[in-house]
């Protein structure tokens, strides 16, 4: 060939996206082919990582938001020699690594699950967050870039917002986005949807921006090493692109542009799959081929990229040998070890709502754990995170010394930025909102589950007891949702989440640490709003009893072959206290209550303690503040769950309590009805 060598590995990429997506009979080629110039000059000229080393902790990260683009990205890798010609080839099919959309696989180059459009630019932010916070305790040599790529469909998402709201007011200007601008999305052209100033929507947001021709590789060197130069400000790149770039008919004439481009194979549309390959270069018969001159291109760049490296590297190693304490803690923050942790050693006065014993484990660990970043959607002093803020401060543009991330009120943005966090590593992400408001969060939540993310969400106002706020702030069907995440296995076998809701301040302590040992996939701890009468231990350590917690379920009151066992999570498991009382002293009842944690734990445990906990052959009455479904599955067909089958009232709490039956007498009232209709106790 005689084209320039950039433009001819751009027409690579292209001519890989249309011939993966046309060999699995579905895709997205038209945004990959007018992407391709761009992602060619990022990764051939900007982009620092080591080819031989590629989840070293300093390296620069791509990650994408448009996940449907998933082809530019296994072009360009595979043209650095990250995938083989086998893989590309079987895009989209069963146990290949090149899924239709992305999936994290850092070996590979893919830092983020992407798919659900806003939330892989926003998890871009999370990871700028990260660095940034690494940079202010380590050093200015830790200096690499976070690049998101996003599309107009990224652009619409409500997240983005959020998004480029705390990116500008941070100044995170190690973060530089590109904005693949082609005016076209799935079903309609962006005009048919949008009339906004996009430029002027960030820079007011307080990012650098700069619209250029993205097709013009002079044009995007210079917009790539301005963002880089840029020290107090995000950088968005505003790219005009052509949909489709390349794409000819039958007789040769240019059929760029067109919506139809955009979510099909190619020869589906006006143009021709042939003739397009052959316009970009390509040899029809080894579509998968990487062509010559490209091939020999990017063997001399990954041998460049991994001496640039090295260089990097020893720079590194000279400031470890000059301050072996800071590289010591360095390593141990990016090992994802935890320190030696007291939970024990944490005091709460009698009767807090576990919101409050919360705040102070948070407390705790602002003195214990540095490498944590907790953040509030504008409800610290409610969700009580602010007993972390307390010991610590504000993360600031300029000033990343702190380790609160005040969100304001973007409950999703949020979760993401938790989630980019994580992905980045060396840093724990904390986030805290009402448990009403988890609905927001779930798309997050789900990526955190996908991802296998130990971000800890923390959720507060926990049932209807928010009380007078009425039904928009109390929860009923959310502990359900949560709790199906439970039940939902991650790639790895595993429980997608860890969902806990402790009975009282002890369980609370118990709670956290399980959440901090969970370090591969995501917790929640949901907490109550008001105060909860302590669970009187049956021994001499409350504490050393509620560990049992830590197997999702045990006894926390134990008799010899009880007549009935309550089961119950959070502050029910107190009202279940009240009722055996009760049932004991004037039913003459013998009873055992179970306090489960979590289900999901607890059905890990053998099928001996879990008998031990509920036995089968004993009547079973679960009682729980949202949806009867939440215990069904642990009380059985014989069993019955006393629960809320409607939305709350604006009310106080204790008049809710006792309209909805959640008194120790009128839950023991419910208890002898099922024991008198129960077989099992006649």
């Known amino acids: 060939m005689n084209k320039d060598i950039n433009l001819q590995a751009a027409d690579n990429i292209r001519a890989l996206a249309v011939a993966m997506v046309e060999k699995a009979k579905s895709g997205h080629p038209g945004g990959p082919m007018g992407g391709a110039d761009f992602m060619h000059i990022l990764y051939s000229e900007f982009f620092n990582y080591d080819p031989s080393d ?3 902790a300093f390296r620069d990260r791509f990650f994408m938001d448009a996940g449907h683009l998933s082809t530019l990205m296994y072009a360009q890798y595979y043209l650095l020699g990250n995938y083989a010609k086998d893989d590309i080839a079987n895009f989209r099919q069963w146990g290949s690594i090149t899924p239709g959309h992305p999936e994290v696989d850092v070996a590979r180059g893919i830092e983020n699950t992407s798919g659900p459009l806003g939330q892989g630019h926003t998890m871009g932010v999370g990871a700028a967050i990260a660095a940034k916070f690494l940079q202010a305790r380590f050093g200015d040599w830790m200096n690499h870039k976070v690049y998101g790529f996003i599309s107009d469909g990224g652009i619409q998402e409500e997240i983005s917002q959020g998004a480029g709201r705390i990116a500008g007011h941070l100044g995170l200007s190690n973060f530089i986005m590109f904005f693949d601008s082609n005016d076209i999305q799935l079903s309609t052209s962006t005009d048919e949807v949008t009339s906004e100033d996009t430029a002027a929507k960030y820079e007011a947001w307080g990012w650098k921006v700069v619209t250029i021709d993205a097709h013009n590789h002079d044009e995007i060197r210079k917009a790539l090493t301005d963002a880089n130069s ?38 589906a549309t006006g143009a021709d799959y042939e003739k397009t390959l052959l316009n970009l270069g390509a040899d029809i018969d080894n579509p998968f081929d990487i062509y010559s001159d490209v ?48 939970f024990s050693s944490i005091a709460h006065k009698p009767g807090l709502a576990t919101r409050v014993a919360s705040s102070n484990v948070l407390g705790y660990l602002a003195e214990n754990v540095e490498n944590m ?73 789900r990526l955190s589950g996908i991802q296998e993310l130990g971000v800890k969400y923390v959720w507060t106002h926990d049932a209807f ?14 502990e359900a949702q949560i709790r199906l995440l439970e039940k939902l296995k991650n790639h790895s076998g595993k429980n997608s989440f860890l969902a806990m809701r402790p009975a009282d301040s ?29 669970i009187e231990p049956q021994g001499e350590s409350r504490y050393e009893e509620a560990l049992a917690a830590e197997k999702g ?20 498991v107190s009202t279940l206290v009240e009722a055996a009382h009760i049932l004991e002293s004037q039913e003459g009842l013998k009873v055992n209550i179970a306090s489960i944690i979590s289900e999901g734990v607890f059905r890990q445990q053998s099928k001996a303690y879990q008998e031990s906990i509920i036995p089968t052959n004993k009547p079973l009455y679960g009682l729980t503040a949202g949806l009867p479904v939440n215990l069904e599955g642990l009380v059985g067909q014989n ?22 039956g959640f008194t120790g007498e009128k839950v023991s009232q419910n208890v002898m009805e099922y024991l008198n209709s129960n077989v099992l106790i006649k």
């Open 54 to 56: 590629m989840t070293w």
């Open 230 to 267: 840029e020290t107090e400000k995000p950088t968005l790149i505003i790219g005009k692109t052509i949909m489709g770039k390349g794409c000819v008919t039958a007789d040769g004439s240019m059929f760029e542009g067109y919506c139809e481009l955009h979510g099909q194979p190619i020869g």
């Open 295 to 342: 091939s020999n291109f990017y063997k001399d760049l990954v041998a460049s990229k991994t001496a640039k490296a090295s260089e990097k590297k020893a720079e590194i190693n000279a400031w470890r040998k000059e301050n072996s304490a800071l590289a010591a803690k360095l390593d141990f923050f990016l090992s994802g070890e935890l320190p030696e942790l007291d």
């Open 373 to 445: 970043i907790v953040s509030s959607a504008d409800l610290s002093n409610s969700d009580k995170t602010d007993g972390f803020l307390k010991k610590s401060s504000a993360l600031q543009k300029g000033d990343f010394s702190g380790s609160f991330l005040q969100a304001g009120v973007a409950e999703l943005t949020m979760a993401c930025i938790a989630n980019g966090i994580a992905l980045h590593g060396g840093v724990i992400p904390v986030v805290a909102t009402f448990f009403v408001f988890s609905d927001y969060m779930k798309p997050a939540i």
């Open 465 to 478: 007891r928010v009380g007078e706020d009425g039904p928009t702030h109390q929860p009923i069907e959310q």
């Open 506 to 534: 002890a369980e609370t302590s118990v709670a956290w640490k399980m959440a901090l040992e969970n370090t591969n996939t995501p917790s929640g701890l949901i907490l109550s709003r008001q105060g909860i009468k302590d």
């Open 553 to 572: 379920g045990y006894l926390v009151k134990e008799v010899e072959n009880p007549d009935v066992v309550l089961i119950a999570n959070g502050s029910e």
């Open 639 to 660: 069993g019955k769950v006393f629960g809320v089958d409607h939305f709350g009232y604006s009310a106080p709490a204790k008049v809710l309590d006792d309209k909805f």
